[in-house]
């Protein structure tokens, strides 16, 4: 930066009474053209030729194939738009989605918040493995993760079988194949959002506040509550927010654990194939649509969070 | 702290164990509280994570180690591996470039418009992962805009490989773009300055100078985007059609056999994409543990 400055000055010092010599024209023309550039000048090359590779690979891989989507949409008649978003299994399929991702976003609120808060404050043995499980369910593959998860809770093996009603507990709970075994699915998918979106913001605590608090006389559970989880709210809403996001477009770890049935446990993302299964295009292009619409609004949200948290608190 | 502790341990009558759970810091919770909350989340984390993990290799290896390996004989299988290794070498590969070049155009330069660009190239992450493979059903299906053109010329992309790695590539794309563009920032072009003064051309300078500088985070980028393209499901499966041996990869094979109640197979394959996953943490763990300065966003994903 430093060097560009003092490159550019002698440079318009030296243009200056040039131009005032050649006359007006090119000083009118020369100061407005800096001002209007695109770019800031850099002697770095190269910016046309990526900047041109990244706009097209991004339009022809992300941009168009988005774009066909909304066009298809927006070519349907309106009455038939509002008859497939106003149907009752699409309307239950969005319902079974948002439902159990809410749930699932606020369980991994409470338990998203002990993980990490566990990770940043104690010293305990095995905490760095505990630390690099927790990235687990990014790298685990959604559809090995389903089958997993089915078979732990399915009735005849594992935890479905202790909970059920010939399981040691005789609790007659079924957790597979019910609105719960998504829950669970989602919560799994969902836990390192929570986890890795608080965990720098508390590891950067200033924990001088926490000892101002002590020395005014705050006990433990008061400096928790009123000093130190206010501070985290920004993270943990744009953590919530993340694991929403992605719990509500999750397919393959669902889908396994998940009975399928119309009206009652089929996912958003599940009627969207069964429609194109079916060759209903339309009714898939306003599912989709609507997802894609919530993902935006979403995004946006969690950019107007993290906006709201820089002026509140510096940077996240 | 500690000879704080020891302090009142002289002139407290109580008995010391006692004492561990009367006092505690101002600024840290009491023993059994500290306990209690390691106890919740080590068991959550058990439960939730680690215990998916375990079943996988457990129901692989249920019906013995023969059973386990002859999961891999069968034909399909091996054509399902062959195929996700081949998806992986070419969507990689593309989105390595495109991050690289994305980083450098992102990271390098000042101009207007950019952080709308950022936005757009983490769009695939909030976008469904169904919603992302059928996008290019409207576009190469049979219905779609290039579809009556494609079958006229008797080009397949639709539940054909084409579909799959474009799939892929989409829901892969941010992955090594947006580890390389703080990192890139943070690096400032300092380097490549005093590089591009001592009279390197462009290529040499990146070559010489950016990549070096770069090159964990990039592997880091490189690893997880090969994780998530190897193990992608629900965009490859709107778009693969689902046939046995040609167009099925680990993953939709895994969910047919899983559908046949072959569970001892579905496992099999299973647990060689659980090992991916553990080996890819492993690498990602050690890289943040080695060179955690040379890597940017190391705790967001």
Redesign the interface.
Known sequence: MAASLTRSRPNSLAVAPALVAEGPVRTAIHPAKAGWSFVKPSVIPGFPLTLGYTLTYLSLIVLIPLAALFLKSATLPWDQIVKIATAKRTLMALWVSFGSSLLAAVVNIVFGLIVAWVLVRYKFIGRRLLDAIVDLPFALPTAVAGIALSTIYAENSWIGWLVSTNGPLHLGWKIAYTPAGIVIALIFVGLPFMVRTVQPVLEEFEQELEEAAATLGANRWQTITRVILPRLTPAILTGFSLAFARAVGEYGSVIFIANNLPNQSEIAPLLIIIRLNEFDIPSAAVIATIMLVVAFVMLLVINLIQTWARRRYGDL | MAIFEQDVAVYDSRRPDELHYAH?R?????RWV?WT??G???A??L???????L??FI?AFRKGVGAYFAAFVDRDARAAIGLTLLVAAISVPLNL??GV??A???A?????GKTF?T??????F??????SG??????F?A???FGPWLEAHHIKIIFAIPAIV?AT??VT?PFIARELIPLMQDQG?QD??AA??LGAT?WQ??WRVTLPNIKWGLLYGVL?CN?RA?????AV??VSGHIRGLTNT???H??TL?NEYD?AG??AV?SL??LL??V???V??ILEFRFGDELAGT???
């Not at chain 2, 439960?47 to 993990?53: E, G, I, K, T």
């Not at chain 2, 390098?108 to 207007?112: D, I, L, S």
């Not at chain 2, 190897?230 to 629900?234: A, D, K, N, P």
């Open positions: 505690s101002p600024t840290s919770e009491a500290k909350l390691i919740i989340g080590v959550f984390m439960l939730v994570v680690v215990l998916p993990l079943v996988v129901e470039v495109f070049a994305a450098w155009a992102l390098k330069f000042e101009f207007k660009l936005t757009l190239i983490d769009l695939p909030s976008v469904s992962p169904v919603v059928m996008v290019y059903v409207l576009i299906g219905q779609g805009w474009l590539i989409f794309f072009a490549e300055e591009l003064s462009g300078t990146f997880l994780a190897m193990g992608e499901f629900g499966s709107v680990m993953p939709l895994i969910e899983y569970f579905a496992f299973a994409l659980a996953a553990l890819t943490l492993i990602k763990t705790r967001k994903h």
